[in-house]
């Protein structure tokens, strides 16, 4: 099953394209699993209500399509960066899903916590090995976005990176969908989807072009 859990609505104040595009669009990509992972830190309900949309309009059009609900949040690290002379926890962006009433909660509350086996926790777009002690076995995150400075899917650089590593559109308009990972099972827990075990492939159009069978 192909699927997206980075996508960008007209819920989220960058947004460019509706929730009834993205799914259309979806169909003519054979994507079967999204998540519209809208800014929660601009806006804590805008997630919310991008999901109850979707599942809305799947059912009315009877879409072979499985929404989860997500989220994009803003986290402080233990990872310090200097900034105008000055030592500053660096922040990270992070992909949350999880069952909309967990998700409510999390929202509404900041209450979080990223050792919960029922959450889905993803590093959003790190782009730099600055965040190189969040990518391993240890880390709170039950996954990864490939960056260009992985290296080839299944190089070894790539294999060292500890955590499962996915790839997802971060689409902000439909026209940048095309990015996705390939499940093997979308029926699985929220917290479960991305074992190793589940990931059969991964397309990248950032870096090393093209889809790699990751099932091997």
Do not use: C, W
Request: net charge positive.
């Amino acid at each position: 099953y192909k699927v997206d859990f980075h996508l960008h609505s007209t819920h989220s104040h960058d947004g460019e394209s509706s929730v009834v595009d993205y799914l259309r669009r979806a169909v003519r990509l054979g994507i079967r699993g999204l998540a519209f992972t809208e800014h929660a830190n601009h806006n804590p309900l805008a997630p919310l209500r991008a999901y109850e949309e979707a599942i809305l309009l799947i059912e009315k059009y009877r879409l072979p399509i499985k929404v989860f609900p997500g989220a994009e949040i803003t986290l402080e690290t233990d990872l310090m960066v200097r900034k105008n002379g000055r030592k500053k926890p660096r922040q990270i962006h992070a992909l949350l899903l999880a069952e909309f009433d967990l998700l409510k909660k999390v929202l509404e509350t900041d209450d979080l916590d990223l050792e919960d086996p029922s959450l889905l926790s993803i590093i959003a777009h790190p782009g730099t090995t600055k965040f190189a002690p969040l990518f391993n076995s240890n880390s709170p995150f039950r996954g990864t976005e490939y960056s260009r400075f992985m290296g080839q899917p299944g190089s070894k650089a790539y294999q060292r990176i500890g955590l499962p590593i996915v790839s997802f559109s971060d689409a902000h308009r439909i026209s940048r969908m095309g990015t996705y990972t390939v499940l093997r099972d979308l029926d699985l827990p929220i917290g479960q989807l991305l074992s190793l075990s589940n990931i059969l492939g991964i397309k990248v159009t950032r870096g090393p072009n093209g889809y790699f069978d990751l099932s091997k």
